[in-house]
């Protein structure tokens, strides 16, 4: 049999001919042995054009398709399921440039990843305000205090300002005026909010912040950090908006008294 | 209308199921809200529990909605009970804790392949129906049951490929089945598209079935092959139930009795509204049988 699984394996990945001697001890007539490589090239389409919307409807299913049989040719599946199938489709865009000649797609194609990463990251316990004013009561510093983000909060570094049109996309709202996109970077957040997935575009001393917050800094350190990233800023507002955005763990372990 | 085994004359005596004996649909993301608001006695749903093979978020959320409403079966797709690849034991840990956190009333696979060398194909593929394939999936589910503390139902794949075998399917499948301790899951769609494709009688396959061994049943829409038009179904679920279909399954209650039927819908996915008649059409199938036995 292991032959015959083998032959198989081969004729769905596409690895030279059809070894046809394989199927001889099995009974199979292997004249439409296709329909198998067709339906797993099918599957595995399907699966990385859905969790890639955005780039989907921005090169169209044909196009889509093709790179994602790139994809499918490249990437040894191993995993059963096929909820967040396509992890590297963002590089691959990346290194395909040169065959789709449009340098934001891979911008959109991380918004996509962060999207499905936060969708179904575990669930967790949120950090609200009234934790930190505990702390603060109990007499401890908070500035030495680290928090952690939530296993579904997600970082994205863009080299363009794709967000606000990868949003209008996920939401299958129309963008009917052309629109001038300048590479410029951009930094922005996705997490789950009442069980949805949002984003928003981050300032530069929030990203400093959240940045350090990855780093494991102290938050008096991290806002510290934002203050030098945005020093017009108003950094008074930031923790507790980011704190109602309900992107923090509950502190854990001991307060610094 | 809920059936009871009672009210349908016939109880299964060595398959129990825990399913309603009515109708179910194969539950989509595009279906939870209307699944939400649907009159909980008369539906089931069924899930691949590979899509809800997730850490956590909505989607463990939705289900467990759908859960606390209506029963539910898991219905895998990603085991490769037929594969000579040592089972995946992340898989296997993650369903067992799926079955343990959503207790479904049911749990059934595929008697087929679907990983070779570790890599992961993403279909169903075929088995050589031997007497030496028959022992090492019996062994194979076995140990499959054994890892997830319960007993399964293994459904009769989709062929597309003809040739001459060991045994037939129905033998294949029934002596596996009895063998390994588990029960069938018959899909009818897939015996009528194989029917078309290999050229054997749908209705001596499922006559040929002992009906204590079945489970449950399943139906589906198909399409034509591309190239070879209707002489090579193919098994897409991507559109209604046809005619062939709904006759074969009033073949499948005549002879096995009344079971949980299931309406499968993966692609070209109509609105929750659409399915449900065809989910009504399944239900007064079952309901017809039940009534044809009471006068018997």
Redo the contacts between chains.
């Keep these: ?2 032959s ?3 032959a ?2 081969d004729s ?2 596409g690895t030279g001919p059809l070894d046809v001697e394989a199927f001889e ?9 296709r ?2 490589s ?3 090239a099918s ?2 389409r399907g ?1 990385l054009l859905s969790n890639y919307p955005s780039v989907t409807t921005l090169i169209g299913d044909e196009y889509a398709s093709a790179l994602a049989r790139i994809y499918r040719e490249t990437d ?9 199938y396509g992890e590297r489709f963002p590089e691959l865009i990346g290194a395909h440039l040169d065959k789709h000649n449009l340098p934001y797609l891979q911008s959109f194609a991380r918004l996509d990843r962060a999207w499905t990463q ?7 316990a949120t950090l609200v305000m009234q934790d930190l004013a505990n702390i603060v009561g109990a007499g401890a510093d908070l500035e030495s205090q680290t928090l952690s983000l939530k ?2 909060v997600k970082l994205v570094d863009l080299d363009w300002p794709v967000l606000g049109i990868w949003s209008k996309l996920r939401q299958n709202e129309a963008i009917s005026e052309a629109m001038e996109l300048n590479q410029n970077p951009e930094q922005a957040l996705v997490w ?1 909010y009442q ?2 997935v949002i984003s928003r575009s981050l300032s530069a001393g929030e990203f400093a912040f959240i940045t350090a917050i990855l780093q494991d800094k102290p938050l008096g350190e991290a806002l510290n950090l934002a203050i030098v990233a945005l020093p017009d800023g108003d950094v008074t507002t930031l923790l507790p908006k980011m704190v109602e955005a309900e992107i923090f763990q509950p502190l854990t372990g001991d307060t610094d008294a | 209308m809920l059936i009871t085994e009672q009210q349908s004359g016939r109880a299964s005596p060595a398959l129990k199921t825990e399913l309603p004996i009515c109708a179910g649909i194969g539950l989509k993301p595009e279906f939870f809200n209307g699944a939400l608001d649907h009159d909980p006695a008369q539906i089931w749903y069924e899930v691949h529990p590979e899509n809800y093979m997730v850490e956590g978020g909505p989607r463990l959320a939705w289900l467990g909605a759908i859960r606390d409403r209506h029963a539910l079966s898991f219905h895998g797709v990603g085991a490769s009970l037929g594969g000579l690849d040592p089972f995946d034991t992340d898989h296997l840990a993650f369903l067992k804790r799926l079955i343990d956190r959503f207790e479904p009333r049911q749990v059934s696979e595929h008697a087929t392949w679907s990983s070779f060398e570790g890599r992961y194909f993403a279909d169903l593929l075929p088995l050589p129906r031997t007497r030496a394939v028959q022992d090492h999936m019996v062994e194979r589910i076995e140990s499959f049951q054994t890892a997830i503390g319960r007993r399964i139902l293994i459904e009769n794949p989709t062929n597309y490929m003809a040739g001459t075998f060991e045994l037939d399917e129905p033998d294949f499948l029934v002596e596996i089945a009895k063998r390994a301790g588990c029960g069938l899951l018959l899909d009818v769609n897939n015996v009528y598209i194989s029917a078309v494709n290999t050229g054997i009688d749908p209705h001596a396959y499922i006559r040929a079935l002992p009906p204590e061994l079945v489970g449950e049943i399943h139906i589906a829409g198909f399409t034509e092959d591309p190239v070879q038009g209707k002489a090579l179904l193919i098994d897409t679920h991507s559109a209604p139930v046809a005619e062939p279909v709904w006759e074969l399954l009033e073949t499948a209650l005549a002879h096995i009795g009344p079971r949980p039927v299931l309406l499968e819908r993966d692609g070209n996915i109509p609105p929750f509204e659409d399915l449900l008649s065809e989910h009504a059409r399944a239900q007064k199938a079952l309901i017809d049988v039940c009534t044809q036995e009471r006068r018997a």
Aim: no cysteine.
């Design positions: 049999m292991k015959y699984m083998k198989m394996a769905i990945v001890n099995t009974g199979f007539d292997p004249k439409f042995v329909v198998y067709n339906n797993s599957a595995l699966a040894r599946t191993t995993r059963r399921t096929l909820v967040g936060a969708h179904i990251a575990p669930d967790s296993p579904d789950r069980n949805e």
